[in-house]
């Protein structure tokens, strides 16, 4: 199983981003069951939990970005997406997708988010 993530980039502060994360090789009945959710790790700060949907449906998201990122599912291409709109410089992070099946834990490669000011 390969968590493959896109869609980080540099963009300026009010804009949007779409990130997106692929579940290769992962059994389609194990992924619509696990936890999905993505974290961020800025430069000198630990990892922090940005966004997750739960196994029973319900989304959570980290104070700081309510209101502005979403994140969704295709269950038929096994993919997991964060929308980010409204970036702010403080979001700028490498971002990383993270697939929990409840048995093992994954974590995509980490996709860059530049917000420029």
């Known amino acids: 199983v390969q968590l493959q993530a896109s869609g980080g980039g540099l963009v300026q502060a009010g804009g949007s981003l779409k990130l997106a994360c692929k579940a290769a090789?992962?059994?389609?009945?194990?992924?619509?069951?696990?936890?999905l959710a993505w974290y961020r790790q800025a430069s000198g700060k630990q990892r922090e939990l940005v966004a997750e949907?739960?196994?029973?449906?319900?989304?959570n998201y980290q104070d700081s970005v309510k209101g502005r990122f979403t994140i969704s599912i295709d269950n038929s291409r096994k993919t997991v997406y964060l929308q980010l709109n409204s970036l702010e410089p403080e979001d700028t992070a490498v971002y990383y997708c993270?697939?929990?099946?409840?048995?093992?834990?994954?974590w995509g490669q980490g996709t860059l988010v530049t917000v420029s000011s």
């Open positions: 949907l739960t196994t029973s449906g319900s989304t």
């Open positions: 090789g992962m059994i389609w009945s194990t992924f619509v069951g696990s936890r």
């Open positions: 993270n697939v929990n099946t409840g048995s093992r834990d994954y």
